[in-house]
């Protein structure tokens, strides 16, 4: 039995609930595309791959300036480092991985966060579509990509 | 708003409309509004999104200009095809004031899926309160895949989108439900017709090959279990 649609959307509102928090219900959420020739990556990224009741991937990638601005609205403080990029995409990704295992329990399995720059390491095999959820803050860019097996749809 | 609300202009329209300032496309949602259709109908008729349409709805609510069509329950077992209250096992016809049908004799369109629990609060009902129907039809049963029928003219992507998404009732969620027909339709065939992607809101692209226009409309039949009306295809 595939996840309904909002049991997926959580993924989405978890992630964006956060975002919202640090930055005061400033997150704004653009027209999502199914895409389905290439993944979008940004400079920096945090995926978990899926299993159990839904198999497939979901990542969060965000330009630098993004996670500045995250690191500014959440600590105060302008320095900000390579090192400060991985420690907030880091708690974005534990974010989206508690509030999803408070939800769905061992029912649906969630990888350690692979969190990287650029492009990722080990190549990511593509499904035949991928959603993504485009969001913006302060005119940066941000994407939220959810990617499902076929056989999550029957 | 769930798609499947009736609107029709009021007196209100009427003695304003001269003094009304819109863009076109406004002009031509409000136009269409005629008291028959339902709203996800009226959208798909002016070439509007559903989602664009549901504010622009609401807009026009708020500004006295359209106020929702009410129906008695016999129109409404008329327009799901059910033939009497026995028939779905109500001893006494609810209390329930319900949406219009197009005609008597035209298709009635498919109720929403609602989710059990609607992950956003949905915006207070414009109507005053009433009981809620019980479930008085079954939807129609999917066609098989030899019944997949599509009409001559091109698929309009737009129309094919705001469809599904107008079965759920919820904007979000019904986008992941499109994700999820999409999944089912071989890549090749959407590679073939130049397709990388779909924009959930106000897609231009038309679809002109027929394989690819029966895969799309097996994989709304076989995930979203409704088949494609129409009015998702523009003339030939």
């Known amino acids: ?154 | 708003m769930t798609g499947t609300e009736i609107y029709k202009r009021t007196a209100a329209y009427e003695r304003e409309a001269s003094t009304i300032r819109l863009h076109a496309p406004q002009w031509k949602l409000l136009l269409a509004y005629d008291g028959q259709r339902s709203l996800a109908e009226v959208a798909l008729s002016a070439d509007v999104s559903f989602a664009e349409a549901l504010p622009l709805t609401e807009k026009f609510l708020t500004s006295g200009w359209i106020e929702e069509q009410p129906i008695t329950l016999d129109q409404y077992l008329k327009r799901t095809g059910a033939s009497d209250v026995s028939a779905i096992g109500a001893a006494v016809p609810p209390a329930v004031v319900l949406h219009a049908p197009r005609s008597e004799t035209a298709a009635a369109p498919p109720p929403p899926l609602e989710p059990e629990t609607p992950a956003a609060p949905l915006p207070p009902p414009l109507m005053p309160k009433v009981a809620t129907p019980p479930a008085l039809s079954t939807p129609p049963p999917p066609a098989t895949a030899s019944e997949i029928k599509v009409q001559q003219g091109p698929m309009r992507l737009s129309a094919v989108v705001d469809y599904i998404t107008s079965l759920v009732g919820n904007t979000a969620l019904g986008q992941l439900l499109v994700y999820r027909v999409f999944l089912q339709v071989p890549p090749e065939l959407l590679q073939a017709e130049d397709i990388s992607s779909v924009h959930l809101v106000n897609d231009t692209s038309l679809i002109r090959s027929e394989s690819l226009k029966k895969a799309i409309a097996r994989a709304v039949n076989e995930v979203a279990k409704r088949p494609l009306p129409d009015g998702v295809y523009a003339p030939a």
């Open chain 1, 1 to 154: 039995m595939p996840l309904h649609e909002r049991d997926i959307h959580y993924f989405i509102e978890a992630t964006v609930a956060y975002l919202n928090k640090i930055t005061g219900n400033e997150i704004v959420l653009r027209d999502p595309t199914i895409e389905f020739q290439s993944l979008v990556f940004s400079a920096h990224t945090g995926l978990f791959l899926l299993s159990g009741d839904a198999n497939g991937f979901v990542y969060f990638t965000t330009s630098q300036q993004f996670l500045l601005h995250l690191h500014t609205a959440r600590h105060n403080r302008g320095r900000f480092s390579e090192e400060n990029s991985h420690d907030v995409m880091v708690d974005i990704t534990g974010t989206i991985a508690h509030s999803v295992q408070k939800r769905f329990g061992p029912s649906l399995h969630l990888s350690e966060p692979r969190i990287f720059s650029t492009v990722p390491d080990d190549p990511i095999e593509m499904p035949p579509a991928v959603f993504v959820q485009p969001i913006m803050w302060r005119k940066e860019h941000a994407y939220f990509v959810l990617g499902l097996a076929t056989s999550e749809t029957t």
